[in-house]
Every structure is written in C-alpha cells, then in structure tokens.
C-alpha cells in the first residue's frame, strides 16, 4: 500500500485540481486590489463585494485559490484565535472578552454564509473536543478549563475519563474538555466554493499571477501592475517571499495523514459519533477529524521551519515525518493501527514573534493585511476579513467604525524575527524541547508541565 505525498493535499486527491484561471493580462486599476486567493482574502473580496457592490475588486493569486494553507488544512473550523490571553494583558480582559464572543460568532457565521451561497462544505457541527492522555496533559487540561469558564466561555464543559470515553475511545484518554463553538469541514469545498461565489458577485480573480512587489497603490507582477487605493496582502505562510517581508511572519510548517476509509468494525471500536474536531494537550500538539468519507485526518508539526523561511514544494512531507504522524494515529487509535495511509501532505502557517493574530489597514498608505493566525485560521480569517472590509469602509468614507474596528488586534504591532541562523536554530530548539518534554509527560515522570516546556514557552514567546 503506497502513501500518496505531496499533491499540495488529500482534500484536492479526493474533489480534484481546479481548472485555471486567467493570470493578469496586463496593466489594470481597481478599488481594491487583494494580493492572496485563501481564506483571508476570498472572504475579505465577498464582504466588501456584498456591502458595496459597485467596488471592483481584483484577486492576484500566484499559483490557484486554495493552494496555501486554505486547500491543506485539517477543517476545524472552531474559535480559538492566537493572541487572545495577550490582547487582555495589552487592553484589558473586556477587549479581550469581545475578541473572544467575535470569535465564537463567527464559526456560525461561516456556516451561514456557506449555506446561503450554496457552500457544500461537509460541515458538521460537533464542537471541539481536546483530551489529556497523560497526568500532566490532565493538570494543563484542568487548568485550561477553568481559565476558559474564568473567561466567561460558560458553555465549555469538563469530561472525566468515563465521559469521554462515551464519545470517543482514545487510548489512555484521562478526561477532556469540549466546546459547542466548533465545527470539522472539508477545507477545499469550502475555499473552492468561496471563489466560486465571489467570482460570480463580479470579482476579478487573476490566478498564476505571482505579487513580486507591493507598494503604496500598487502590486506589482511579471504581467503588469494592478494600481488601486487600498492593496491588501492576505498571504499568510508564504508572506516571508514578498520583498521586505522575510522576517515578518515565521511560516511554520504543519504536516497531515489521511487513513483510507475504516470499516465500520473499527469505528464501533473508535466510536466518535459526534464527529467532534479532536485535539490533544500535548505540547506538540495533534489535531484531527472524522472526516465525512469515514477516515481520520491527523496533523501536527513535522520539521516545524525550514532554513531561510523556505515554504512549500507542493505539499511534499518527509518520511520521518509521516512516520511520526502514523505512530500518533496508531497510538491514541490502536484500532486503526491496521489502517493504512492513503495520503500525507503539509502546508506553511504564519506565525508573529509574539504568536498573535492581527489586523492592519494603514490609513496613510491604503496598505493593509490580516493573518498570524498560528494554526487556527480556518474561522480566524473569516473574521479578519470581515474586520478588515470595515476597516476599508471606514476609511474611505463608506461606513463608520464598527464593532469589529475597534477589536484589541487592529493595528497590533510587534518586532520581526530574529535573522538567521538564530531563527532557524531558535525554532528546532523549541519544537526539540516540547518533543523531550511530551515524550517525559507521557512516560508520567510528571504530573506537571515540564518545566523544559515551561522554560520553551517562556523563550519564544509563545506562553
Ligand atoms: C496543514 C495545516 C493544517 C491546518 N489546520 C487548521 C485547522 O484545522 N483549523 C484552523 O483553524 N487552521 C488550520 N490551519 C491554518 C489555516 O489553514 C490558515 O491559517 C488559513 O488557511 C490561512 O488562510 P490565508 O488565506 O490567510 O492564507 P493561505 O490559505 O495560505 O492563502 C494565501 C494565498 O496567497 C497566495 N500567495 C502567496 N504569496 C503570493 C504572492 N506573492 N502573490 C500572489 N499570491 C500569493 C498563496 O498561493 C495562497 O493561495 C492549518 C494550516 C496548515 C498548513
């Protein structure tokens, strides 16, 4: 049985490579110019589109909309959003508070929008459930929990063993805590859909078309430049290659395997008939989904950073890696252990020196961008988008400010990262440290985080 790796995912094995679009043919002007065909900027394009149908809007893709992280991820659609503990301590808990109900919101507003365009995105709204399988996962768990509810998410609840036995059988799971705000999909249907939809509101997309400069008014490619008020960059993993950017974002790589199909003797084994997303507490962490054709799609960090900021060579994955992703499966699913691989795949993420989504629009220059969302995108740039179609409003006299204006993480900023090598020595260290440190929790040296992953967080600046 051969694994299939690379192929940029197993979302595009199973619907197919899209048909090209038309790359730019030459010089062009806009209103508004997004330069990225993912999430971010599909659903910046479909809000501005909606509320100000007259706008012309041009999408510049460099190679197809969904080949970045939005066609590869694991399709948790849920409400975690990078930074948000950070943006209470700069603005304080309320701000933060709003952030976070923004961000519950928006899961169902994903789900909404995609049911009225016609969106068939195999979602399934089963909440998120993440499960301890070691004492010190249980302590972090626990610890997780009661900060949430601390936090006003009242709906979250806490599973003992028992419980969460009932909806899922993972092996050595001690509890869990699950949320309603959260939902598993098939990231391609989804972002395919989307370009679809924007493309018929009258959206311009440019696919093959590679941004190889932005400035003020204008991106410029190997075709031609397209000149607009606002140029918005919504590249998220891939942000480090635009010119001045290289030390912006970190783009983290994460890795995923897909199962073939497992019988049903073997989910009566799993159970998992919630099709809840499924995380776990390691430090490394995994994530995975039922997905809607009967297989277990697993991810997690594999070589977490490439030298020089490098992204992507189509998905491709190392061995090594696949393998360690496998030995997860198999460990907290001994029931598939038989199963094979079908697919293996990986995809870049963007990651902020101080781990925190943001969003900018700078007023001065028409300049704007959203992401670092650190792996939790798929809701995030929903979320971005929307914050950044207000920010434009705003600006150019369309609209006032809006209660997405004013979030804490509108025109956060922070310092870049270091240069290399330290930036490539600096991430292996970490992702080094917390494996040491997951591999002594799981063999119950500690009931406690270790504190190699204590002393990792509190370097990076990721705790
Ligand atoms: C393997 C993996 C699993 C993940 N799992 C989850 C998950 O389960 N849940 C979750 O919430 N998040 C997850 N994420 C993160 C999430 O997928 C991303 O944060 C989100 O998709 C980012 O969307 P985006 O539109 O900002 O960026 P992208 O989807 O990366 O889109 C950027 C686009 O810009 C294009 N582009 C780049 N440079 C240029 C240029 N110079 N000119 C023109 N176009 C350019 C790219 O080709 C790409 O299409 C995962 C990420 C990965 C890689």
């Known amino acids: 049985m051969t694994t299939v790796n690379g192929g940029i995912s197993y979302w595009y094995a199973a619907n197919g490579l899209p048909a090209p679009r038309e790359p730019l043919p030459g010089d062009a002007t806009a209103d508004v110019c997004v330069v990225g065909g993912g999430y971010t900027g599909l659903w910046t394009a479909y809000y501005l589109k909606k509320a100000a149908p007259f ?260 998905g491709r994955t190392r061995p090594a890696t696949v393998a360690a992703l496998r030995e997860i499966l198999v460990r907290l699913f001994p029931a598939a252990a038989g199963a094979a691989v079908d697919h293996a795949w990986s995809g870049v993420l963007g990651v902020p020196r101080d781990w925190c989504a943001a969003v900018e629009l700078d007023r001065t220059t028409g300049l704007g961008w959203a992401g670092g969302y650190v792996g939790s995108g798929v809701a995030t740039a929903n979320l971005a988008a929307r914050t950044l179609c207000d920010l434009v409003r705003l600006d150019s006299g369309q609209g006032g400010a809006t209660g997405l204006t004013t979030l804490p993480w509108v025109s956060h900023r922070v310092r870049r990262w270091e240069p290399e090598p330290l930036r490539w020595l600096g991430v292996h260290t970490l992702y080094a440290a917390y494996r040491t440190a997951d591999r002594r929790e799981r063999a119950g040296r500690t009931a406690h985080t270790d504190p190699v992953a204590r002393l990792a967080d509190r370097i990076s600046g990721r705790g």
Not at 129 to 148: G, I, S, Y
Not at 149 to 164: M, P, Q
Not at 199 to 226: D, F, K, M, W
Not at 271 to 298: F, K, N, P, S, V
């Open 55 to 314: 706008l012309r809007i041009t999408v510049l893709e460099k190679d197809f909309c969904g080949y970045g992280a939005s066609g590869r991820n694991g399709g948790w659609l849920y409400n975690g959003v990078a930074g948000r503990d950070r943006y209470a301590r700069l603005h304080g808990r309320e701000a933060a508070v709003r952030l976070q109900r923004a961000m519950n919101d928006t899961v169902d507003e994903v789900i909404r929008v995609a049911a009225e365009e016609g969106i068939d995105a195999g979602v399934h709204k089963g909440g998120v459930l993440e499960v301890a399988t070691c004492p010190a996962q249980l302590a972090r768990l626990k610890a997780f929990h009661a900060a949430e509810v601390a936090f006003g998410e009242t709906d979250r609840v806490l599973l003992g063993a028992r419980e969460t036995a009932e909806r899922i059988r993972v092996a050595g799971a001690a509890g869990a805590t699950w949320t309603p705000h959260g939902a598993r999909l098939d990231p391609v249907r989804l972002v395919r859909g989307l370009a679809a939809v924007v493309e018929a509101l009258g959206v311009v997309i440019h696919e093959s078309t590679p941004v190889t400069r932005i400035r003020a008014q204008q991106a410029r490619t190997p075709y031609g430049t397209v000149r607009a008020p606002y140029v918005l960059r919504c590249t998220e993993g891939f942000t480090a290659a635009l010119e001045g950017q290289r030390r912006t974002w970190l783009p983290m790589n994460s890795s995923m395997i897909v199962t073939e199909p497992l019988p049903e003797r073997v989910w009566e084994r799993i159970g998992w008939e919630g099709r809840e997303t499924l995380g776990d507490l390691a430090h490394a962490y995994m994530y995975a989904q039922r997905t809607e054709d009967g297989r277990i799609a697993l991810g997690g960090r594999g070589v977490p950073y490439r030298f020089g900021s490098r992204t992507d060579n189509d």
